[in-house]
Each structure stands twice: as structure tokens, then as C-alpha cells.
Nanobody, 124 residues
Framework: VQLVESGGGWVQSGGSLRLSCAASGFTFDDYAIAWFRQAPGKEREGVSYISVSDGSTFYAEFVKGRFTISSDNAKNTVYLQMDSLRPEDTAAYYC??????????????????WGQGTQVTVSS
């Protein structure tokens, strides 16, 4: 199983970025994929979740209305569109995959597989 994140970078407050999580080595349609983030000195926190099989999604309150998660099953890729970015969104962003996590545990950091992360920096 391999998860590779990309799309991070530097952006000014109010700007946008789109993160990608390219998956390989497993049956993409059978998995749930989530995005987490971790800022220096802080715990990893869940950001957003998607069930690839049924398309259901879940968002942390602090990103609702600003971030959108989606999947392209033909490309085995999950995206996180991040709009109206704020300095407090600065963190390393990770995608994670698991075949057995439903929406009730969507943002718990208990996923089996993790990517290496991509850095997002938002300046004020």
C-alpha cells in the first residue's frame, strides 16, 4: 500500500490550494480515505474523510465551508480543495487509508496506512 501526497506549498491568507493523495497497492473502491494535519507542537488532527465506495464525506468543524474532499476513482486519487486558507491552517497534511473505518470514526487517527505528508504554509 502506498499513499503519496502532493500539492502543498506556500499561499497567502485567503488563497487556495488543492492537495492530492495518489493511492496504489490496494482496491481503492473498498477504502475510506481521510486527510489529517499536524502543526509543530500540536497533535495530529482529522480534517476530512471520504468513503470511496459510497462517496459519503465528513469534515471537521474548523474546515466546513472552506475545504472540499473528492475522489477520482479512475485515477485512484483523493483531492482536498482548500479555499479561504488561514494562517492557522499551516501544517503538514497527511492522507490515510483504511478499509474498515466508517463515518463515526472518520477523523480518528487510527487508519492503517499513511502517506509521508505535504507541507502547507499560509502567511498572513
Amino acid at each position: 500500500v502506498q499513499l503519496v501526497e502532493s500539492g502543498g506549498g506556500w499561499v497567502q491568507s485567503g488563497g487556495s490550494l488543492r492537495l492530492s493523495c495518489a493511492a496504489s497497492g490496494f482496491t481503492f473502491d473498498d477504502y475510506a480515505i481521510a486527510w489529517f494535519r499536524q502543526a509543530p507542537g500540536k497533535e495530529r488532527e482529522g480534517v476530512s474523510y471520504i468513503s470511496v465506495s459510497d462517496g459519503s464525506t465528513f469534515y471537521a468543524e474548523f474546515v466546513k465551508g472552506r475545504f472540499t474532499i473528492s475522489s477520482d476513482n479512475a485515477k485512484n486519487t483523493v483531492y482536498l480543495q482548500m479555499d479561504s486558507l488561514r494562517p492557522e491552517d499551516t501544517a503538514a497534511y497527511y492522507c490515510a487509508a483504511d478499509p474498515n473505518i466508517g463515518v463515526l470514526a472518520a477523523l480518528e487517527p487510527i487508519y492503517d496506512y499513511w502517506g509521508q505528508g505535504t507541507q502547507v504554509t499560509v502567511s498572513s
